[in-house]
């Protein structure tokens, strides 16, 4: 089974570009949006990310909705605990094949990583 896994250098998720989620609106509060605008940059890419590592700045201090966990899905989305695998395995292929293209090395080393 497939187990979803975040993968180091990446930063897919890092591309914030507000035209490819035109329905933001729906699962950010307002203090959110504000937020989530304010991170981007250039390009469309989180001003908080190092392009050199694909890593977070501010990993530990990341906000809510840059976090994959239970009750953040449920309360954004809606998805319950035990669909969240699958979900963000769907959420993160999705992503990635935006940004870096469906044959890219990123997808490959994804796809390795949760076992697909």
Known sequence: MATWQCVKNCGACCNLDPAD????HEYLTPSE???YMSMVGEGGWCIN?????RE???YANRPRFCRVQPDVFED???IEQEDLNDF???CCREQIEGVYGERSL???RFD???GI
């Open 76 to 78: 954004m989305y809606g």
């Open 56 to 58: 977070c700045k501010v």
């Open 49 to 53: 990310l190092d392009h050199s590592t």
């Open 33 to 35: 949006l504000h937020e």
């Open 106 to 108: 990123e997808m490959l």
């Open 112 to 114: 390795k990583a949760v």
């Open 88 to 90: 963000a395995i769907d």
């Open 21 to 24: 989620r035109p329905d933001i």
